[in-house]
């Protein structure tokens, strides 16, 4: 089967292109110099000059505080562009695969969101998410997948980044490293992600939202400890609280995913102890 991988060299993007490469499929991979999602005449045009059978887009503007100066470019990569994507799926019967994120939610729960919960987008970067999972779903056959706080890397991928990478270099320098205390996140180890989404594809799973996050949930400050126990070492951090911080855009402090419907279809997801210490035996910075 043919696979079009957009956003290829991105964190997220190289790991589903190492997960369908590794399993046999025939993957057309796509970044942005090579196929600007904005411009849809592009894009349907190398659709039709490669038809998939399967489209995932990894594309995403996820500058959160700079989307609230800049709506127009956040709006037009994070969703109108998934628009002409489901469009384009709809005419080659592809599959469409779609990622979005836990800031659709306003972060006041105290139990882990499920995909019934009603979304609440508190910034301009958390409506374009929304926008984009609905545009998705118009698609025949749609998977869109939530997840967050990304972190890990494919063998031949980018450099790792995101917030668990931040606190394994203030680590590794002997640094302090300010950390949230009070955010709670479900974070999400990019291989584990992309072998979810083959699993739900070769599964022929339902189409529809699904949270596809690593198990279980913690503090930004639980996170950073247990990474540094892992690597064997005395973490220096600040705990600091997220009204605290002076940023442009809202975050939601309680932004916890539940996985339920994802293990529901024969697809557990790793915990995120057991990620996490799998990603930093990758990296030989961790105890085998």
């Given amino acids: 089967m043919r696979v079009t991988v957009l956003g290829a060299r991105g964190q997220l993007g190289a790991a589903v292109v190492d997960e369908f490469r590794r399993a046999g ?4 991979a796509y970044d942005r110099s090579a196929l600007d999602i904005t411009r849809a005449d592009r894009v349907v045009s190398e659709l039709a000059r490669v038809p998939p059978d399967i489209v995932i887009n990894c594309v995403a503007y996820n500058a959160v505080d700079a989307a609230e100066d800049h709506p127009v470019l956040a709006l037009d990569v994070n969703a109108l562009s998934v628009r002409t994507l489901a469009r384009a799926a709809a005419a080659h019967r592809a599959v469409l695969v779609h990622y979005s994120s836990d800031f659709v939610f306003d972060g006041t729960g105290t139990e882990p969101y499920t995909e019934d919960d009603r979304p609440n987008p508190q910034s301009v970067y958390a409506a374009s998410k929304l926008l ?9 056959r749609a998977y869109v997948l939530r997840v967050e706080s990304l972190f890990g890397r494919a063998p031949d991928g980018p450099p790792a980044k995101g917030s668990v990478e931040g606190i394994v270099d203030a680590i590794r320098a002997g640094r302090t490293q300010k950390v949230f205390e009070d955010r709670v996140v479900s974070p999400t180890f990019v291989p584990d992600a992309a072998r979810a989404t083959r699993g739900l594809i070769e599964r022929e799973a339902p189409a ?5 996050v690593n198990s279980g949930h913690a503090t930004w400050l639980e996170v950073a400890r247990e990474t540094a126990r892992l690597m064997g070492a005395d973490g220096r951090f600040e705990p600091v609280r997220l009204s605290e911080m002076k940023l442009r855009a809202q975050r939601p402090v309680y932004c916890a995913l539940s996985n339920r419907k994802l293990a529901a279809f024969g697809l557990p997801m790793p915990s995120w102890q057991e990620a996490l210490a799998c990603y930093l035996r990758s990296v030989e910075i961790a105890a085998p």
């Fill in 25 to 28: 499929y025939e993957v057309a």
């Fill in 132 to 140: 984009g999972e609905w545009f998705a779903l118009d698609a025949p």
């Fill in 208 to 212: 529809g939202l699904y949270h596809c």
